[in-house]
């Protein structure tokens, strides 16, 4: 292209797009490495850590879907602990009641949660921010009492997941954590498949300006619907292993609006709208839980730590490092490299709250 | 001098709308400021009025520098701003309208009275939903609720847009009234004919920049045509065949 | 007929609801802000009137005034400190801070006054009984409830109509950025309606503390009800959201006349089915429209 002189316009230089460069090519390898190092964990190590390992996978899988609908989406959820009961209760469903084998009683659990998201998502996809916000949180309030008035599901006092004790202790312990490894690693690869391809770019668009989205043909509702089945898949598979990490449930607790505040503080810290913040959020709150957790201003750390990174570090941990020293480790955006130049990052994830 | 405007630089994004812009309006002037869509004629506007925040440069009003100063207060210092498509509150009346604006406590010649006079075609209006009126009693409403702040230096962006003749030749023959009761006038128009007769100076834009400057006995229309398309270098006022 | 009973206390329990979404919907109109810790501030409200009755030894009535001036002033804290900063840091901000917000507030209750529930008394007013006819009766407490929801919603209404600052936010709450460059201080606007809506959200939570009983985990429940009650009667209408306060005051008490256990089910039913008709018939999603109508 000639450059066009003018009233102190910028020449313009060749460029090519690039997606892949040495050091995320470098770190996905590792990234495969570690998971195939971690399935490995239960041989060689001791049953607390595994037990600590698959809580944390826990809360990275919470975490990813949060971030997959606020940070991707531009849908703040404050009832995704919706699907997480739906799971497990599930989940106990299939295999107390219906003699399921338990693990693919969670399996077919979490994937009901999935196709339950669908109707869920054409009623709360009608509204918008904090109209969306509680719209969830009602929905999660409907599924607490549905289930509440189940005397076979344990009503309100809760219920066991008994079947999980013909395993011992032992296998138990080993078969969760498997299932908590392959189910983050999985809904992850999801995600970023999501992310390369045309969605993830319309995904970005719809986040950044949705009329002008929609002006250009981008499919705003069924962008948003996609991530919304996601999410509810995939906060179902965190349900239905929560479950089998600690066999009883109840619905006051595990349709608790306490899950939408972990998933919050952990995409807040972490980094939101980026794809390795909520994973860095999931670590420092796996941290901070097992260091304080026991403590009685637990919530209020977590929420004032919460506002204070909403406020004064919207871009979360991993953003403000991505922002400073233009690293990218998982190549879900677009770099343009000037030939002859150094490469400039074009922003793939600015401000979760572009007016 | 009432308003100086240094090396002003404003920005929509990355966008440079207002590049290295100065000027100067003394009391008592009207400058018309012209330029084709785009040349950034509203975001200086609306940079001086407070509503747009100056990314580099200095306003300063009377004196003081406002260039940090958010609207609201330079409203009560004396600048108004009749902005471009109107924006009235469509769900207050008439009325409302003119009265929301009346409370910054500054004295002057305009009161609600004084505002229904000088536009006898809004007194029937008066407990009208704005969002109902036609263009041209719109534009009068919103020149009418500029005026109740009392300005001393009165902003007015595309006071004709999208209005008939005979509705601009009333908006003017209002301008007009205010120009003659002192106010200093910063006028954005598109039609230069009209600019030329009411303006006692014309700046035009291209690109965020003003290319020529003078009075309108200075500038033939020719001069300015060509400085609005950018066919000519600032400064001089000479057509080219 | 004790259906007839049913509407009538729901018709009495949606003042509370119309008075407790009042600052809800006031605050989404004039900011589109949707402040989750509406229901916490309310709960707050409650219990703040509950320290005063343990330590003055006076009624709950007492505690009124000074709770709600007290939380007029927490309101406009807030919105000066917090919220306005969560206001031009973006969209979604205000939503994660208003939700540490209740976060935060629950937790402190939870320790200061530990999860035993606690209540408010109505005194004589609340277990006197009139006896209207053969099988309704009702209470002069609930008369109050629904009267003093009516007057303060039509103070605020006059407020909203008549005086300078209720133009002020009626102008501000459609074209922010037009209203300061006509004088207009928005910053002080968003204040006032922040300060109208905690301390009249605060009013509401008493009340609600004095018809039934309440515990730190109360706030989410009443943000939930402010937030139907405002949905079923539309954003940002005053008189509205005094009609959604009732609809769903008399969804849930003909709801729990049926089994005691579908009180909140029913209230959340009717709210999906007016959300799903709304979002048929208008264009636009809910909660994407700003301005306050009176």
Partial sequence: MSSATGTGSVPVRRARVQRWNPLSLGFCCALVGLVVALAFVP???????????????????????????????????????AF???????????????????????????????????????IVLNLRGGAFAIGTWVIAEIFAILVAFDSKLGAGTGISFLELNFFTPRHLLEYTYWSALGSTAVLLLILFILLRTRLGASLQAIRDDEGAAASVGTRVMLGKGILFVLAGLGCGAAGALTL??????????????????????????????????????????????????????????????????????????????????????????YRLRLLGGPALAKSEEPEPAAD | MLLEVQALEARHGLLQAVRDVSLKVAEGETLALVGANGAGKTTLLRTIAGGHRAAAGRVLFDGTDVTRSSAHKRVRMGIALVPEGRHLFPRLTVDENLRVAGGNGRKGPWSLDAVYAAFPNLEPLR??????????????????????????????????????????????????????????????????????????????????RIVLEGTPSELTREAVVDAYFGLREAGTSQATA | MTWVNSIVHGIFLGGVYALLAAGLSLMFGVMRIINLAHGSLALVGAYAAYVFVEHTGLSAYAAIPP???????????????????????????PLLTTFGLLVIIGNLLERI???????????????????????????????????????????LQLYLTRTRMGRELRATSEDPDTAELVGIDSRAVYARAAAIAVGTAALAGIFFGMRSSFDPSSGPTELIYAFEAVVIGGLGSLWGTLVGGIVLGVAQTIGAQIDPQYFDLAGHLVFLVVLLVRAAIESGAIGSTRGVTA
């Fill in chain 3, 67 to 93: 709770v709600v001036l007290g939380m007029f002033v927490v309101g406009y804290l807030l919105q000066r400190t917090m919220l306005e900063r969560s206001l031009r840091a973006g969209v979604l901000v």
């Fill in chain 1, 244 to 333: 089998a990490n600690q066999l009883f449930i109840q619905p006051d607790s595990i349709f608790s609006v306490n899950y939408s505040a972990l998933m919050i503080f952990m995409v807040l810290v972490g980094g939101i709208g980026t794809f390795e913040g909520p994973i860095i959020g999931a670590i420092v709150l796996f941290v901070i839980q097992n260091e304080v957790g026991d403590h009685w201003w637990y919530y209020t750390l977590l929420g004032s730590v919460a506002i204070a990174f909403a406020l004064f570090l919207p871009r979360g941990l991993w953003g403000t490092v991505v922002d400073r020293y233009n690293v990218r480790l998982l190549p879900v955006g």
């Fill in chain 1, 84 to 122: 997480i009961g739906i799971a497990a209760y599930g989940a106990i469903f299939l295999g107390h009641q219906h003699t399921v084998e338990p693990f693919l009683a969670m399996l077919l659990a979490a994937l009901i949660a999935g196709v339950i998201a669908i109707p869920v998502g054409l």
């Fill in chain 1, 43 to 81: 041989v060689v190590m001791s049953e607390n850590a595994m037990q600590k390992l698959t809580t944390l996978y826990i809360l990275v899988i919470m975490a990813a879907m949060w971030n997959a609908l606020a940070g991707y989406g531009g849908l703040v959820s404050v009832g995704q602990q």
């Fill in chain 2, 127 to 208: 407990r009208h939903r704005a969002g109902t009126l036609s263009g041209g009693e719109q534009q009068a409403t919103a020149i009418g609720r500029a005026l109740m702040t009392n300005p001393r230096l009165l902003l007015v962006d595309e006071a004709s847009l999208g209005l008939s003749p005979v509705a601009v030749d009333g908006v003017y023959r209002s301008l007009q009234t205010v120009i003659e009761s002192g106010a200093t006038i910063i006028l954005v128009e598109q039609d230069l004919r009209r600019a030329m007769k009411v303006a006692t100076r014309i700046s035009c834009m291209l690109e965020g």
């Fill in chain 3, 113 to 155: 006054f530990s999860p035993d529930p606690k209540s408010l008394n109505p005194g004589v007013l609340g277990t006197t009984t009139w006896q209207i006819t053969g099988t309704l009766s009702i209470s002069p407490f609930e008369v109050l409830e629904l009267g003093v929801a009516v007057l303060v919603l039509g103070v």
